[in-house]
């Protein structure tokens, strides 16, 4: 069975362009997390989805942030304008459903540096 | 105050020995816990769940102490291949919020 799959695996862009990451989660999987990691630091949510209603985003940036789910399959991150301290790895994962305490599954990350 | 905090590290342990760290966490409503492996430069990757007092899965056991709020992971005879970063994890409300830690770096050397 295929895995959390996100693309593009690496993005350079330079300051002030638009980025846009894409997660396609583990078939079945209802909870959706958007997790920013910085160098030396854990994951730190963004957004997360239950099916396609976002329960929690609360620490997304929203003046520059957007995130969607349509239909509570795949999911599209997005930020526009990109900052110098965006550059960060950005990492979906995806769970059955999180109120069971089912563990959640990481996808490769994207790697976005912003120059 | 971070809600999951642990010790940085570096652990530097040598191959075939125990080494064990914390990672204590803030909120008591805390219903359960993970231990994830992260490599460098590679997607977290679950180790351990923790939902009761512990767990113990071959050379790797996790114990939970609610009332100090503190849990533990401890690597018997450790090999090359246990060099990795340690995400501690509380599902932090009902509704399936995750908290990391921001890791421990275990090394373990010949």
């Known amino acids: 069975e295929a895995g959390v799959v996100q693309s593009p695996r690496y993005k350079i862009i330079e300051k002030k362009q638009p980025v846009a990451f894409w997660c396609n989660p583990i078939?079945?999987?209802?909870?959706l997390y958007w997790y920013r990691q910085n160098l030396g630091q854990g994951p730190e949510l963004l957004i997360r989805?239950?099916?396609?209603?976002?329960?929690?985003d609360s620490q997304l940036p929203k003046d520059r942030f957007s995130a969607e789910r349509l239909k509570g399959v795949d999911s599209t991150l997005k930020i526009q304008p990109a900052e110098l301290g965006d550059s960060a790895v950005y990492l979906c994962?995806?769970?059955?459903?999180?109120?069971?305490?089912?563990?959640?599954?990481f996808g490769q990350g994207t790697r976005l540096t912003v120059v | 105050r971070k809600e999951v905090e642990q010790d940085p590290g570096p652990f530097n342990v040598p191959e075939g020995a125990t080494v064990a760290f914390n990672c204590t966490y803030s909120?008591?409503?805390?219903?359960?816990f993970f231990w994830y492996r992260q490599d460098c430069r590679k997607e977290p990757k679950l180790l351990m769940s923790?939902?009761?007092s512990g767990n113990e899965d071959g050379r790797f056991t996790a114990q939970l102490n609610r009332a100090s709020q503190y849990i533990s992971l401890l690597i018997r005879d450790s090999k090359l291949s246990d060099s990795a970063t340690y995400l501690c994890v509380a599902l932090t409300d009902s509704w399936g919020k995750l908290q990391f830690g921001a890791g421990t770096q275990v090394v373990v050397t010949p």
């Open positions: 078939s079945g999987h209802n909870t």
């Open positions: 923790v939902y009761s």
């Open positions: 989805y239950e099916n396609e209603e976002a329960v929690d």
């Open positions: 909120n008591s409503a805390s219903q359960s």
């Open positions: 994962a995806s769970s059955l459903r999180a109120q069971d305490n089912t563990e959640a599954f």
